[in-house]
């Protein structure tokens, strides 16, 4: 197949990226358009204890199985259909699911050092950064990880200090302006992502002449 149209998405933790993507996806049929996340190429950590997992920064480059990450994207690139098991952010109580990535004319690549890996970096046609004050990320990521990951508060915001807001300064902001589109998500009013998304999608539909 030839190669796919490719949109990269970032964004600091509790942008709204997995909103704004779940939007994105609404507005293409499934053969139309694949995701592959960063997320579910992290290097194991359950054979950590929890004082070690708390003190293991997942948020620097060197966490990503990097290699594989590419080396998924290019087979997608060759038309190859991927079997990947999710990453559960070692929550036990959830069950991996298997994920099936199929090829597709639109590619989206998602996660927090695409920008930073110069390898995927340079197979991006189009670069997306989601964008929220720091103030309201937090609240978000409190409320997401306090809930659906079952972490406690302490280590929320031990990781917030010291491992979240370093790693977004060091390898998501210096490239925030390089992006072509640069959307500011401050509230939680679905009707503003909708619409980004709906304008982005329009205009990528006409320059893919989608039906």
């Known amino acids: 197949m030839d190669k796919p149209y490719v949109m990269g998405i970032a964004g600091s933790s509790g942008s709204g990226k997995t909103f704004f993507l779940k939007s994105f996806l609404d507005h293409f049929d499934q053969d139309q358009v694949t995701l592959i996340s960063q997320d579910d190429y992290y ?52 069950k991996p699911k298997t994920l099936e990535i199929k090829p597709a004319p639109i590619l989206i690549v998602e996660g927090l050092f695409i920008f930073h890996y110069e390898e995927i970096n340079q197979l991006l046609n189009y670069r997306i950064f989601l964008d929220a004050d720091e103030e309201i990320a937090l609240t978000r990521r409190l409320k997401r990880d306090l809930v659906e990951r079952g972490y406690d508060h302490d280590d929320v915001m031990y990781k917030w200090i010291n491992h979240v807001v370093p790693s977004y300064n060091t390898y998501l902001l210096p490239y925030k302006n390089t992006c072509d589109r640069i959307v500011v998500n401050n509230t939680d009013d679905p009707v503003l992502i909708n619409s980004a998304t709906n304008v982005i999608s329009q205009e990528l539909k006409e320059k893919l002449q989608f039906n």
Do not use: C, V
Not at 49 to 60: A, G, K, S
Not at 64 to 89: A, P, Q, V
């Open 43 to 94: 290097f194991p950590a359950n054979t950590k204890t929890q004082e070690e997992n708390r003190l293991y920064n997942f948020d620097i480059p060197s966490s990503i199985d990097r290699e594989s990450f590419f080396n998924d994207i290019k087979s997608l690139f060759e038309g190859n259909t991927i079997y990947k098991k999710e990453y559960t952010f070692n929550n036990p109580s959830i």
